[in-house]
C-alpha cells in the first residue's frame, strides 16, 4: 500500500519512524488495532501511543512494535515464539507475517482475551499458552525469531536457548528508565548483540523463578 490519507494510521506511524519493510506494513494495514484494545479504549486506537490493557499491562505503541517486527527480518517460513501476548495485537501482526506463532502470557485473563480477538479476526491457528515467559515454550522450540514485550536484565536464559541457530531475538533490556530495545543473534550457541534500537519504557518481565531472567552482561 502506498502512502496516503487512507492508509491505516499506524502504518503512517510505522513509516514515520523508519520502517520499510513492506511485509511488516502490509501487515500493520491487515489488522485492525481496535479489535486488540479493550472497548474503553477502542476511541484512542488509532494514536501511536501505549494503551492500557489490563492485569497493570500494556498494549506498546503500533510504531515500536513495527520497528522490532522489522528487526526480526522476517520472511514468511518462521516459527517465532512471542513473550507477553496481551490482547493478542503483535501475534495477529505476526500472523501475517510467518508460518507458525506461538505466543506466552502469564495472566490467563489476557490469554483468553487475545484468543477470542484473534479467533474473531480469523487468526484461530495462533497458538496461545499460559505460563512463565521467561521459560519460553520449550515443547515448541526452536524458534527462528523471539519478541519479548517485556524488559529484563538480560535475556533469560532458556530464551537463548530455544533460539534456532541464526535466529534473531528481540527484547528491551535494561533497569527502569534505562531500557533500550536490543536485537540479538543467535551465533555459535550463543546470543551476539547486533543492534540496538532505541529506548523505550516497558513493564517488567516476571518471572515465576529466582535465576531465570539471567544477569546483566
Known sequence: MSAGRSERPQVAAARRVGVTDERVLAAMAAVPRERFVPPAARSEADLDRPLR????????????????????????TERVLEVGTGFGYQAALLAHLVA???????????????????VAVGLAHVTVLVGDGTLGAPEYAPFDAITVAAAAPAVPPALAEQLAPGGRLVAPIGPRG??????????????????????????????DGPDRLGRDR
Not at 490493557?53 to 514468511?76: D, E, F, H, K, W
Not at 507458525?100 to 480477538?117: F, K, S
Not at 530495545?181 to 518481565?205: H, I, S
Open 178 to 207: 534505562q531500557q533500550v530495545v536490543v536485537v540479538y543473534e543467535y551465533r555459535d550457541g550463543q546470543l551476539v548483540v547486533v543492534e540496538r534500537l532505541t529506548a523505550v519504557r516497558f513493564v517488567p518481565l516476571v518471572s
Open 53 to 76: 490493557i489490563g492485569s497493570n499491562q500494556t498494549t506498546s505503541q503500533p510504531s515500536l512494535i513495527a520497528t522490532m517486527l522489522q528487526a526480526l527480518r522476517l520472511t514468511g
Open 100 to 118: 507458525e506463532v506461538v505466543t506466552v502470557e502469564r495472566h490467563a485473563l489476557l490469554a483468553d482475551r487475545a484468543r477470542g480477538n484473534l
